[in-house]
């Protein structure tokens, strides 16, 4: 009875910790040795780049020492390479969405075989810039923001990506401080915080909109209601996860695929 009882009791603490922690999202900068970036009015810029993900600016320095800044209104598209390492990362973060982006899916008789990328710190990443309600959905206002590219088109899987602070209370027993119920990412260990990264995806129409996929599963399949139920089974079959990018790329390269071969 006293094992039972305790166990119970720290289940209740750790419950307690999971539902009473905030989160407050803070600056996200991360930096690249190269970069290609094509500018709204049709110019091109090249050379090592500073993102900073919370603000949507690109930073640029000059050969005089002077910084170029860059705001998403003035850039189309960029591509970056050579991404400084994270140590808040898993080694999945670094996948390469080479394949996903040039629309190939598990089954595609062009990628006839699963594979498992390796950390590449010089894999491509492709950023466009959408106008976006900055997740406000009863607001008609849209400003440009930067978005991720993960999979082809039509409908494109973009994501944001953002550095989340969360904050834990110490106080009880079995609360953070007592059990050492640390950041799951290895930075900020002390009492009462832990930082993480955090991924939210989106899916970008043919005509640009943006749409908040908070759910992904739930709402990708809303999308794709026609195609819904041999999502669910394509999903199942190769065993991909709708929360996990890489995996998601590829379903939603398979959804396109459906509708393509429907509209024939």
């Not at 003035?74 to 996903?100: L, P």
Request: glycine share 8%; net charge positive; charged share 20%.
């Amino acid at each position: 009875m006293t094992t039972y009882r305790f166990a119970f009791t720290f289940l209740v603490g750790l419950l307690a910790v999971a539902s009473t922690a905030r989160a407050q999202q803070t600056a996200l900068t991360q930096q690249f040795a190269g970069s290609t970036i094509l500018l709204a009015n049709g110019d091109t810029l090249r050379g090592p780049v500073t993102l900073r993900r919370d603000q949507d600016v690109l930073m640029m320095a000059q050969p005089d020492g002077t910084i170029t800044t860059l705001s998403a209104v003035a850039i189309n598209s960029f591509a970056v390479k050579g991404e400084n390492r994270d140590s808040r990362r898993g080694t999945s973060y670094y996948d390469n969405f080479y394949d996903a982006r040039n629309g190939y899916y598990y089954g595609n008789p062009m990628y006839s075989s699963r594979r498992t990328e390796e950390s590449d710190l010089n894999r491509v990443r492709v950023f466009r810039t959408y106008r976006w309600n900055r997740g406000n959905d009863y607001s008609d206002f849209k400003s440009p923001a930067f978005f991720e590219q993960l999979s082809n088109g039509p409908r494109m899987l973009l994501r944001r990506e953002s550095l989340m602070q969360r904050t834990v209370p110490t106080s009880g027993p079995y609360g953070y401080g007592g059990y050492g119920y640390g950041n799951p990412y290895g930075a900020g260990r002390y009492a009462g915080t832990y930082t993480e990264m955090k991924d939210d995806f989106f899916l970008a129409s043919p005509t640009g909109d943006v749409i908040a996929l908070r759910s992904p599963k739930k709402d990708l399949l809303n999308v794709f209601r026609g195609q819904a139920k041999q999502l669910e089974q394509y999903a199942k079959q190769n065993q991909l996860s709708f929360t996990v990018a890489r995996e998601l790329a590829f379903i939603v390269n398979y959804a396109n695929s459906l509708v393509k071969e429907e509209a024939k």
